[in-house]
């Protein structure tokens, strides 16, 4: 594990910040997790135009300067030697003597950590995983990716002491995203998902699956359906940094579809390999 703790190589065991650092007091901070796949990022650039935008939104100065967290994870990833990886990113308004409002003089703490990616069990993808669901219990602004993940990990537990691999949120019976992950449908050979607005995050992966659609003439719409459309539904699978393209074949229970991966997930599934190739 490679740690780049405001730009200077740390060991993992001295990669320590503040008590005070906002990020741990208020969870006023943001992060993005970026794939490496054969020693390359997949879309480095849209994660941190994503955190840019993110910054903009709670009034954040990223300080450092992009151009420079680019270089390190670049330098990072290199320095590992890892061929698959995730590179986790954090960055928080840093440390000051604790009070809601932004302190004056505070520059941000910015973290890369570059982990050896083992992926999920490749039965996953090819069997499909279950899903719970569960109500949305996060504040109105989800297109931001924050630090601030603990009705994320909470709806996570829930899934995973119900042996499923992934919770679904839903918000007065709309089917929302997972709880790390975007959720997409098939119906009448259409894919379906959430619009990203507010109550999602717009995740990398979903872009990539609707350009994959856009270029091989599958049909799609964004749009809100309900949980008895996701129940309903021919397919469904979820998608995300590290979930990728995985087929969804139960839900509370209930069987999706044929209860296999359907047909259009796994023509997305192969598209997906030959992007990341
Ligand atoms: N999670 N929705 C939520 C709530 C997420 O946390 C994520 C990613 C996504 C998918 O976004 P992307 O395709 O850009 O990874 C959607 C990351 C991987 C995490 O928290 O570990």
């Excluded at 270089?71 to 990886?85: I, L, M, P, T, Y």
């Excluded at 954090?90 to 004056?104: M, S």
């Excluded at 995983?129 to 989800?142: A, F, H, N």
């Amino acid at each position: 594990t490679v740690v780049y703790l405001n730009g200077q190589r740390v060991d993992y065991e001295n990669a320590k910040v503040s008590v005070e650092d906002r990020g741990f007091q208020f969870g006023d901070g943001l992060y993005e997790v970026v794939h490496i796949y054969n020693g390359r990022f997949f879309y480095l650039d849209r994660h941190l135009a994503r955190l840019q935008n993110g910054a903009k939104e709670i009034y954040m100065d990223l300080d450092f300067g992009l151009n420079n967290l680019e270089k390190v994870c670049r330098q990072a990833v290199k320095e590992s030697g890892f061929n698959d990886a995730s590179v986790y990113i954090q960055v928080t308004r840093g440390a000051a003597v604790r009070q809601h409002a932004f302190p004056k003089e505070s520059s941000c703490t910015w973290v890369v950590i570059v982990r050896e990616s083992k992926g999920n069990p490749q039965e996953f993808y090819e069997n499909g995983i279950t899903c719970i669901t569960v109500p949305d219990e996060r504040w109105s602004r989800c297109n931001i990716k924050t630090v601030q993940l603990l009705a994320n990990c909470i709806a996570k537990e829930k899934a995973k002491k119900a042996g499923s691999f992934e919770a679904i949120f839903h918000r007065g019976g709309s089917v929302i995203e997972g709880s790390s992950s975007n959720v997409f449908i098939v119906k009448d050979n259409k894919l379906i998902t959430h619009p990203a607005n507010n109550k999602i995050l717009n995740g990398i992966t979903r872009g990539v699956v609707l350009e994959i659609a856009d270029q091989n003439d599958i049909k799609y719409s964004e749009e809100v359906f309900c949980i008895d459309d996701l129940f309903d539904a021919d397919e469904v699978f979820l998608t995300g940094t590290t979930t990728e393209i995985m087929p969804v074949v139960k839900v509370d229970g209930k069987i999706i579809g044929d209860g296999i991966p359907g047909k259009l997930t796994k023509i997305i599934q192969k598209y997906y390999q030959e992007h990341i190739q």
